[in-house]
């Protein structure tokens, strides 16, 4: 099961990047043709910056549904 962040959304005209985290921003999953495989993101990497901005899981969803 995972634990944090689904940063999956299927409604247009908001940021998705593509990844299930699991713990505190560990990628478990990259979407198929999602802009995280895009941007070269891998299972198993941490996630600890968006746009150079310090992120855990939860400031991760809400810095990737601010983005449209």
């Known amino acids: 099961s995972f634990a944090g962040v689904w ?3 299927s409604q247009k005209g908001k940021g998705w990047l593509g990844v299930a985290t699991r713990g505190a921003g560990t990628i478990a999953t990259v979407f198929e043709g999602s802009p995280a495989m895009e941007a ?5 990497d941490e996630l600890v910056a968006l746009d150079g901005l310090k992120v855990d899981a939860n400031a991760l969803l809400s810095r990737i549904e601010d983005r449209k």
Not at 40 to 44: I, R, V
């Open 7 to 9: 940063a999956h959304h």
């Open 40 to 44: 070269g993101l891998y299972p198993e």
